[in-house]
């Protein structure tokens, strides 16, 4: 069962730029490689969303973003090191959320704990 945990987050001024990771605990880089990795993000009275997936080798790395957030998230993986990112770029209050890392294949899917990302002046 593969494990993640989430760094990276923190407060940044409006219009500045983070990059959030995601560690998988995971048996090996081919196990990690074929799974389905995502950013979500949760705001206080919000539903959970998506803002960024990538899918595992068998798909070939395909990326997806909703508008909100297209052109200024980037999602990338690293399946030598087991690790998922999402470059946040030109970042606005309206960012401001817990993002949560997931791993999904087939009927699994796992989260990470969250970490938290704030917005402000």
């Given at each position: 069962?593969?494990?993640l945990v989430e760094s990276g987050g923190g407060l940044v001024r409006p219009g500045g730029s983070?990059?959030?990771?995601?560690?998988?605990s995971v048996a090996s880089v081919n196990v990690f490689s074929i799974?389905?990795?995502g950013w979500y993000r949760q705001a206080p009275g919000n539903?959970?969303?998506l803002v960024a997936g990538i899918?595992?080798?068998s798909g070939g790395g395909k990326t997806n973003?909703?508008?909100?957030?297209?052109?200024?998230?980037t999602i990338s993986r690293d399946n030598a090191k087991k690790t998922v990112y999402l470059q946040m770029n030109s970042l606005s209050p309206g960012d401001t959320a817990v993002y949560y890392c997931n791993a999904a294949i087939g009927s699994i899917t796992v989260w990470g704990q969250g970490t938290q990302v704030t917005v402000s002046s």
């Open positions: 069962q593969v494990q983070l990059r959030l990771s995601c560690a998988a799974y389905t990795m539903q959970r969303e899918s595992g080798i973003y909703p508008d909100s957030v297209k052109g200024r998230f």
